[in-house]
């Protein structure tokens, strides 16, 4: 407790001269604290263990997929065997080599995705937050009117009219998923924008910019984190859903989802569609393990879960 | 007790002028126009930006390379006219309740939708029904439990519930509980030798019971169970999760603690006490859900060849078929704002707190 007190007053003398909040500082320090301590609840550490299982199949997923899983080597429609465990497709591939490059389809793609659209929407967010007027009517405005639309029908709409590809569909549901992330750190900024330190930076001889980057967005940061890290799952559902309905990953790429889809077509043979579903149904379900617990330890109304027996 | 209630409510309309209540359905209204003409606005200038063309997606390689056909087709589809005055065309046609006409079907859009939404609203309220009684009840009962096994549990079962890709799941279930069991029927609203009943709601499972033809209904809900359960089981995950943080919240409230100080009896304060002070947050997200379903369908009626909005929506989507794409979009952000207005005026009848302020 004491080292904590006197770290505090380190970065109390440290704040001062910056001219930054202190208040906030601290309770940002503390938060930490408690938030690691939280998410060290078994929920967590599975979902943490099944990410780093599918982040670490992706990256090696050329040396321990069995065999090439574009290659049409095999007889078709394989029931799961010794030889090839998922059984094989309805061109001869085999299924365990799909699902396993698969990982380096989808998961990076919905990453890279969920970190885009929060940056591109934290950033407008904060402009139209920080600078108000004509430039926030017309942020926000726009936000609006994406989210006056249903979101699947949209990126339905945006990857048919850009035409099928992966890239396509992370396109589309950019340009859909951005504003969630601009309404909560315009929200944030226009709370912190008139705020003390931020008026003593602006007096010491900050510009816009540099008074937004190094006094305001610290604050934007980890609510806006949080938001990316719950969002990681419905990104990979959606785009898996797109695939699913041909208008993101063209054949024969390994996607999860277009493999699912091909399973609609053979019936019968079950293997096509179950593996490729249940590894999306485990890396969305370790990602939501994972916000679950990450949204709990950021509440402080459930503060006394840290105390009682806690998931 | 009496007097204040029915005096402040009087003060309060002198005041205002006009019955509160009319002064918010006037900004509601005026809201819901604002949304939907941004609706049309926003597919309007997506559809058009894009690089690809819908007289090609519309005909077909072969008559688009015909410059005669494409012509014929530009013009009567108008889209010879410059952009805007194409948007301020559909605009016109749309307040007299014309949507214009499909390019992929040939038929007026607003028919379109009349057969495929009552479809999909068949399908999403019947989702909404089983995810109410399941994950309200499930909220609950881990709210109850709170820290306990059941209340772990039941955690885990909400985030599968989210976590499940509909698409597969409704292939999974169409694989055991068709193929495998043969408990339900597979594909389609009715069996094929089934003659759908008179037309009044479009509803099926409606229609019949109004028409009282049992068997048609025994019919339609036999084909409704499989993608209705699918469907409900994200709603459901939602729910739960909702719910139980909601009820949480309530029983820590003095006056539940009251309740049961007086000696009530557990079921009463549960009931009567918490479930009420709960309901608010619950109904709103409810309002989010039903939303989500009636769009989110398309993934599931592609598997049960299910002929709603969804799958309406889909095809309109890869064949740039602009009219339709926007009414879909109309559809879906109407009753989407329908619905949170009647959320809105719900919060006033259960929660007399809101009505004052």
């Known amino acids: ?311 | 007790m009496p007097e204040s209630s029915s005096t402040a409510p009087n003060e309060r309309r002198a005041r205002a002028g006009v019955h509160p209540l009319a002064r918010y359905l006037g900004i509601r209204a005026g809201l819901t126009v604002l949304l939907l003409f941004g609706v049309t606005l926003v597919t309007f200038t997506l559809t058009n930006l894009v690089p690809a063309d819908p007289v090609q997606a519309a005909l077909g390689e072969q008559a688009a390379a015909d410059p005669e056909i494409v012509q014929k087709f530009r013009e009567d589809a108008g889209l010879d006219q410059p952009l805007p005055v194409q948007y301020l065309t559909y605009l016109g046609n749309l307040l007299h309740g014309d949507l214009g006409m499909s390019q992929q079907t040939h038929a007026p859009v607003a028919d379109d939708l009349g057969t495929a939404f009552p479809a999909t609203a068949e399908l999403a309220i019947a989702a909404i029904l089983i995810s109410i009684v399941l994950g309200v009840g499930l909220g609950m009962w881990a709210a109850l439990r709170r820290h306990k096994v059941t209340d772990q549990v039941i955690r885990v079962v909400s985030l599968i519930g989210i976590s499940v890709p509909s698409f597969w799941l409704a292939l999974v279930v169409y694989f055991v509980f068709f193929s495998q069991l043969h408990w339900f029927p597979g594909s389609g609203r009715l069996s094929p030798a089934a003659v759908p009943p008179p037309q009044v709601t479009g509803m099926y499972t409606v229609d019949s019971l109004l028409a009282g033809q049992w068997a048609t209904f025994a019919d339609a809900v036999s084909h409704l169970i499989l993608p209705a359960a699918v469907l409900a089981l994200y709603t459901i995950g939602l729910l739960t999760r909702f719910a139980r943080s909601a009820i949480l919240e309530v029983l820590d409230l003095d006056y539940v603690r009251a309740a049961r100080a007086k000696g009530l009896p557990g079921h009463i304060v549960v009931n009567r006490y918490v479930l009420r002070g709960a309901l608010v947050p619950i109904i709103t997200v409810l309002g989010v859900a039903f939303g989500s379903l009636l769009s989110g369908t398309v993934l599931v009626e592609k598997v049960y060849s299910w002929h709603g909005l969804g799958e309406y929506a889909y095809s309109a989507a890869t064949k740039l078929d602009l009219p339709a794409i926007m009414g879909v979009g109309l559809v879906v952000g109407f009753v989407y704002i329908g619905l949170n207005f009647i959320i809105d005026v719900l919060y006033g009848v259960i929660d007399p707190r809101v009505r004052v302020a």
């Open chain 1, 1 to 311: 407790m004491t080292d904590v007190i006197e770290e505090n007053e380190v970065i109390a003398e440290r704040d001062v001269i910056a001219g930054r909040d202190v208040i906030a500082e601290q309770t940002r320090r503390k938060g930490r604290l408690r938030v690691s301590k939280q998410l060290r609840t078994p929920l967590a550490v599975t979902g943490a263990a099944i990410v780093v299982f599918w982040l670490l199949v992706a990256v090696f997923a050329q040396w321990i997929r069995p065999y090439d899983p574009l290659a049409q080597d095999f007889p078709r429609l394989l029931a799961p065997n010794a030889e090839h465990w998922f059984g094989t497709d309805q061109v001869g591939r085999d299924v365990l080599s799909r699902v396993i490059t698969g990982a380096q389809v989808s998961i990076p793609l919905a990453l890279m995705l969920v970190v885009f659209a929060m940056l591109i929407g934290s950033l407008l967010g904060a402009i139209a937050g920080y600078f108000g007027k004509a430039i926030d009517e017309v942020i926000m405005r726009i936000a609006d009117l994406v989210f006056a639309f249903p979101t699947i029908i949209l990126a339905m709409v945006i990857a048919a009219a850009l035409g099928p590809s992966l890239t396509n569909a992370v396109i589309a549901m950019l340009i859909v998923s951005w504003p969630a992330y601009a309404r909560v750190s315009r929200s944030l900024v226009l709370g912190a924008r008139d705020a003390e330190y931020v008026v003593a930076g602006r007096l010491l001889g900050n510009g816009p910019f540099t008074s937004l980057r190094k006094d305001i967005l610290p604050n934007v940061v980890s609510p806006v984190v949080v938001l990316a890290t719950l969002d990681v799952g419905t990104a990979i559902l959606l785009l898996s859903g797109l695939s699913f309905l041909g208008l993101g990953a063209i054949p024969p790429t390994p996607d999860w989802g277009a493999m699912v889809a091909e399973g609609v077509q053979n019936f019968s043979s079950w293997w096509i569609s179950v593996f490729p579903g249940l590894a999306i149904l485990t890396v969305v379900l370790a990602f939501n393990f994972l916000g679950d617990a990450l949204r709990d330890a950021l509440d402080p109304r459930s503060q006394e879960a840290v105390q009682g027996r806690s998931l």
